[in-house]
Every structure is written in structure tokens, then in C-alpha cells.
């Protein structure tokens, strides 16, 4: 599975984004989605998460702000971003990992997209 990530960007505190992650491969639906984010001198987090049938995951420092989707019919999964802070700068990460569960453990997770950045102004 290769994995692309896009969608991010600079924004204004308060503003919002989505991210766009584009799978490769014809089993798509087989995945566990999850999003990840490390910000500059910071441990990778987990940020949200979703299963095969849209059941999803996420974190608590995101909650209310961020949701997580996906679409398996076009192999994408996505993460709206809304309210954002500057706290929420980071590289944001999509990954895969085999199976139907979703787990907020990055090694967990066996493919890896190449990350995009989202950077949050105050």
C-alpha cells in the first residue's frame, strides 16, 4: 500500500483545513486508517482513527475539532480541521495498518504516507 498525504498548508488560528490521504492498492477497505502528527521537537501522536466501517477514534486534544472519514470506493481517507490552533502545528501523517481495528500506537501501523505540514498562525 502506498500511501499519499495532501491538503495541508498555513492557516489562521481559528481557521480550518482538510487533509486528504490517497491509497494505492485494491484492498483499501481491509486497512485500518489512522492519523498521526509530530510537531517540531515532539513525539509522533496519535490524532484519529478509523476502521473498514467508518467506526473512528480520536484523540482527546482534538476532539470536537477534527473528524476523521473515509471513502473506500475511492481509497481516500480524510481529516477535517476545524477551529484550529496554533498547538496544531505539525506534520501530519496518514498510515495504514493491516486489519479492521484501529489502534493510536504508531508502530501498530505498517504503511506510512510522507507527511504534509500544517502550519497554524496566531
Known amino acids: 500500500v502506498q500511501l499519499q498525504a495532501s491538503g495541508g498548508g498555513l492557516v489562521q488560528a481559528g481557521g480550518s483545513l482538510r487533509l486528504s490521504c490517497a491509497a494505492s492498492?485494491?484492498?483499501?477497505?481491509?486497512?485500518?486508517m489512522g492519523w498521526f502528527r509530530q510537531a517540531p521537537g515532539k513525539e509522533r501522536e496519535f490524532v484519529a482513527g478509523?476502521?473498514?466501517?467508518?467506526?473512528?477514534s480520536t484523540a482527546d486534544s482534538v476532539k470536537g475539532r477534527f473528524t476523521i472519514s473515509r471513502d473506500n470506493a475511492k481509497n481516500t481517507v480524510s481529516l477535517q480541521m476545524n477551529s484550529l490552533k496554533p498547538e496544531d502545528t505539525a506534520v501530519y501523517y496518514c498510515?495504514?495498518?493491516?486489519?479492521?481495528?484501529?489502534?493510536?500506537?504508531?508502530?501498530?501501523?505498517?504503511?506510512w504516507g510522507q507527511g504534509t505540514l500544517v502550519t497554524v498562525s496566531s
Open positions: 492498492g485494491r484492498t483499501f477497505s481491509s486497512y485500518a
Open positions: 478509523i476502521d473498514w466501517s467508518g467506526g473512528s
Open positions: 498510515a495504514a495498518r493491516r486489519g479492521t481495528t484501529v489502534y493510536t500506537i504508531g508502530v501498530s501501523y505498517d504503511y
